[in-house]
């Protein structure tokens, strides 16, 4: 421990011998309320503010390939995305949440099934596609994002004469930017994707095509002279053989007062106090087991103990006294403080007094609670912060053991699957979303007319009797699959 940290300080006597406290340096030389100590130790109020939220949208400069370009920031400071990111990485229960959250949303992935039996399709057209196009990684990426942002971005590419879509892929939308809208139409035409990270040098990125967001196959039919323009309703010609084969395909999560980037829901914590609660119930914790119990520790020391200890070494001069008895202060504290000396004895001197009671010339005396755990008395506040997280994100803390404490998970196992299938019915909006491009796919690629469609079956824990851990499980309308949006 250093010595600068804490310091013995008189603070009475009783009868022959002196009591002292140990006392954090600042408090007996400078003051414990200095905020810029405070901050140093425990770190500021969180805050979160995105641009979405007040004002309005902020536009900045790039060019691309010779042309330039505006684009609007994501937040205020255009980092929304990774003040995100690097906020939920600070919390433990946060980041497990999200998690968890991911998993659930990928459910039991994305599968092209036959629309009249639910079973996953056999057509060796649609397997290759799913093959050599990683769907299962592209659909958990999207999960991701969604979660995290309430929004992604797939590119879909086609073929060179626009017959097929045959390719699509994933743009984590850290990267991404929406252009500046239209000043006629007040459509946004545009997806930027590059780094923006680098504010003091130009950004690279890349200019995607971007598909009408409520209407992506009519635009794209109409992009590709298959159909009516749906704005305008006239015919446009057909683009020229590899050209135009590039789209972005947006999916957002609707937020209230968003403009163009959703604000998450669980964005909440960061402006309230839950979020700094439990980080600081941590940070009180570390500070706890490295400095041990040095402010709850009272030293009595007999007041001939200085004298004695003087004499014995025979040291005469006033300042060498002086400078003796702090050298030996300041060993009585590394004893009690230092983590390095557990377990080692402090030897001193006793004697017994003309009426036969012993006199000890060092006492330390633990002002801690007799039988308390250090540090449990803020089990309570952990366990409730850990809840008020989970609840932000939507995640009951049984289901990602985020309550300490075998007590605090006594549900029984067919409490958990209900809530493990609550959770995962909740998802149904979100899959109904992040499927836009699937069947955009779909139906350009005329699979539809195979009688084929998509979907992103559950999985559904059973009970012990029915000899299996789980099922599949799709959301059904009247018995049949996604007659709700008729795709």
Not at 325 to 341: A, R
Request: proline share 5%; with cysteine; hydrophobic share 30%.
């Amino acid at each position: 421990m250093s010595k600068e940290k804490y310091t013995m300080q008189q603070v009475g006597a009783h009868g022959d011998s002196e009591r002292y406290m140990l006392m954090p340096t600042t408090a007996v030389g400078g003051s414990t309320t200095n905020q810029a100590a405070i901050e140093q130790q425990y770190g500021t109020d969180t805050h979160f503010l995105g641009s979405g939220e007040v004002g309005d949208a902020i536009y900045s400069p790039i060019t691309i390939n010779g042309r330039d370009y505006e684009y609007i920031r994501y937040g205020d400071d255009n980092d929304m995305p990774y003040e995100l990111q690097r906020l939920l990485r600070m919390n433990m229960i946060a980041q497990r949440a999200q998690a968890f959250n991911v998993q659930c949303c990928y459910g039991q992935g994305v599968r092209f099934v036959d629309r009249t039996t639910g079973k996953d399709t056999d057509d060796a057209e649609i397997r290759e596609f799913c093959l050599r196009n990683s769907v299962h990684e592209v659909f958990m990426e999207q999960a991701t994002d969604m979660k995290f942002f309430y929004w992604n971005v797939t590119v879909i590419i086609l073929s060179r004469d626009h017959s097929k879509i045959i390719q699509m892929r994933h743009k984590d939308v850290s990267y991404c930017r929406f252009e500046r809208p239209d000043a006629k139409t007040g459509l946004i035409n545009h997806i930027f994707y590059g780094d923006f990270r680098k504010a003091m040098s130009p950004i690279e990125a890349e200019a995607i095509p971007l598909l009408d967001i409520n209407d992506p196959l009519g635009d794209l039919m109409a992009r590709m002279g298959k159909g009516p323009d749906i704005y305008t309703g006239e015919r446009r010609p057909e683009p020229k053989i590899g050209r135009d084969c590039k789209f972005a395909i947006v999916s957002r999560i609707p937020t209230p007062g968003y403009q163009y980037y959703p604000i998450p829901y669980y964005a909440a914590i960061f402006d309230d106090a839950w979020y700094d609660i439990y980080r600081l119930i941590g940070i009180g914790k570390r500070y706890m087991i490295k400095n041990t119990s040095a402010p709850r520790i009272q030293i009595e020391i007999h007041k001939d103990y200085w004298m004695n200890l003087c004499n014995e070494e025979g040291i005469i001069d006033p300042q060498k006294r002086k400078e003796r008895i702090d050298t030996e202060k300041q060993s009585i504290i590394d004893f009690v403080c230092g983590t390095e000396n557990a377990g080692k004895a402090l030897i001193t001197g006793y004697y017994f007094d003309p009426n036969g009671k012993e006199q000890r010339m060092v006492r330390i005396i633990n002002l801690n609670e007799s039988g308390k755990k250090e540090g449990g008395d803020w089990a309570d506040d952990m366990s409730e912060a850990s809840n008020s997280l989970c609840y932000s994100f939507g995640v009951h803390p049984n289901l990602v053991g985020a309550t300490p404490g075998k007590s605090q998970m006594n549900n029984s196992g067919s409490d958990k699957r209900e809530l493990f299938i609550l959770k995962q019915s909740l998802e149904k909006p979100c899959h109904d979303i992040m499927l836009k491009p699937y069947h955009v796919i779909l139906h350009y690629n005329k699979w539809s007319e195979r009688n084929i469609t998509v979907d992103v079956p559950m999985i559904e824990l059973t009970t012990l009797d029915k000899n299996k851990d789980m099922q599949k499980s799709s959301v059904k309308n009247n018995g049949k699959y996604n007659e709700d949006n008729n795709n």
